[in-house]
């Protein structure tokens, strides 16, 4: 059974750094893109960034020059490195294998201005 498990969230002031991680269990993960989301009360999910199989990555425009999607394969880990936080970016963070469908139980971000 594959289980993606975020951590990493947390409540920090704004212009602060967080590092997110998605820890994948079992071998799907060395195939497959991973994605993060966000969403916030009210509102929908809303995508953050990629990262492909192969490592490239793109990026919604909101956190384009702030936000750095990675992966390690042997660690079967992907992870979100945001910097420069906004109050804006606060919501709870998923990571996703979007191509099965699967997500994580997600992760707090708060960020206070």
């Known amino acids: 059974q594959v289980r993606l498990v975020e951590s990493g969230g947390g409540s920090v002031q704004a212009g602060e750094s967080l590092r997110l991680s998605c820890a994948v269990s079992g071998s799907i993960f060395r195939g497959a893109a991973m994605a993060w989301y966000r969403q916030v009360p009210r509102q929908q999910r809303e995508f953050v960034a990629r990262?492909?199989?192969?490592?490239?990555?793109d990026y919604a425009d909101s956190v384009k020059g702030r936000f750095t999607v990675s992966r390690d394969d042997a660690r079967n880990t992907a992870y979100l490195q945001m910097n420069s936080l906004k109050p804006e970016d606060t919501g709870v963070y998923y990571c996703?294998?979007?191509?099965?469908?699967?997500w994580g139980q997600g992760t707090q971000v708060t960020v206070s201005s």
């Open positions: 996703s294998l979007e191509a099965y469908d699967m």
């Open positions: 990262v492909s199989a192969g490592g490239n990555s």
